[in-house]
């Protein structure tokens, strides 16, 4: 769906000035009138004549310097992470707070960091955190109310736990200075990570419905995007109330890719079956739960998106 953030956590992006250089002549005029200037404050005998005025006119014309060419941007560094191993639990989408029971009622005994790794002991159900008091969904994730008791007798929501599958490169991979970027088809409804040339993982989607297409063309990742927690509605996207209602509260994992509101995220509210077949969104491309965690994990702020047929 094309979801807008909301507006005080996210704000539009500011225009910015553009900086001014003098071109070459315009330096030459400024320093000859900084020398009369110097002869208004001298006296007559120390005044330049006015051959000597033109010399000095024409040597800051030959002198001044050129504005510096513009650099290219290079791609993020690598900062090292957790190595992963399949099995591997990690924390995702920022800090996670370990509770007594598994409810959000229950007391935080500990706040766990982001990629911090933890261990499992069990899968329990618990309170349904992803679906709330949502009551309009017509599917429900099977994961909705799993919660994993770690090996200290702390509970976490398992939303926010990632676990390397077996066989999958890791989403923290070095990429030895290749741009890390994703690549969508909206023809066969698949998102691929890529490093440089090569794809390294591949996840089926659901994009944007024919009314409501995935913007085609080369897109990044917003600097002010990534949201681990969004909450999405039809007012906040420009809709009228005759033309879309929805109200879409915990979308997890969200990477803006642009500024009407198309994302890379996790849908829950949509069977499993659409995913890789159907178009079902208003413009986003929708993700299950462990790829969009894997996403969120590979991402950053300016990754290139290409959406394309």
């Known amino acids: 769906m094309r979801e807008f953030r909301v ?11 553009a900086p001014h250089r003098a071109s070459a002549p ?12 110097l002869v208004a404050c001298a006296s007559p005998a120390d005044a330049p ?13 030959t002198t001044a310097t050129p504005p510096p060419a513009p650099t290219k941007s290079p791609f993020p560094t690598f900062t090292p992470t957790p190595a992963l191993t399949a099995g591997s639990q990690i924390v995702v989408g920022g800090e996670l707070r370990a509770r007594s029971a598994p409810n959000t009622q229950a007391p935080v005994v500990r706040t766990l960091p982001d ?10 159900q618990g309170e ?17 109310p799993t919660w994993f008791r770690l090996t200290d007798g702390t509970f976490v929501y398992s939303a926010f736990i990632f676990m390397l599958q077996p066989g999958e490169a890791s989403p923290l991979l070095d990429p030895q200075g290749k741009e890390k970027w994703v690549d969508v088809n909206v023809s066969t409804q698949r998102a691929t990570a890529m490093v440089g040339d090569t794809p390294v993982y591949t996840a089926l989607v659901s994009t944007g419905s024919p009314d409501f297409p995935t913007p085609l063309g080369s897109h990044k990742v917003e600097p002010d995007g990534r949201l681990a927690v969004e909450r999405m509605t039809a007012s906040q996207a420009g809709y009228a109330p005759g033309q879309a209602s929805y109200d879409v509260q915990n979308v997890f994992f969200t990477q803006y890719f642009d500024r009407k509101g198309d994302a890379l995220h996790l849908n829950y509210w949509r069977p499993i079956e659409v995913f890789g077949r159907t178009a079902t969104s208003h413009g986003c491309v929708g993700l299950l739960l462990h790829d969009a965690q894997w996403f969120w994990l590979f991402g950053y702020p300016g990754m290139r998106v290409e959406v394309h047929t």
């Open 128 to 144: 349904n955190v992803v679906v709330g008091g949502q009551r309009w969904l017509s599917s429900y994730p099977s994961w909705g």
């Open 26 to 37: 315009l330096a030459a005029l400024a320093a000859a009138a900084s020398a009369v200037a």
């Open 49 to 61: 004549t006015a051959d000597e005025l033109t010399s000095a006119a024409a040597t800051a014309a």
């Open 7 to 17: 507006p005080n956590l996210i704000p539009s992006r500011p225009m910015r000035a």
């Open 115 to 124: 990629l911090a790794p933890v261990q499992i002991d069990t899968a329990v």
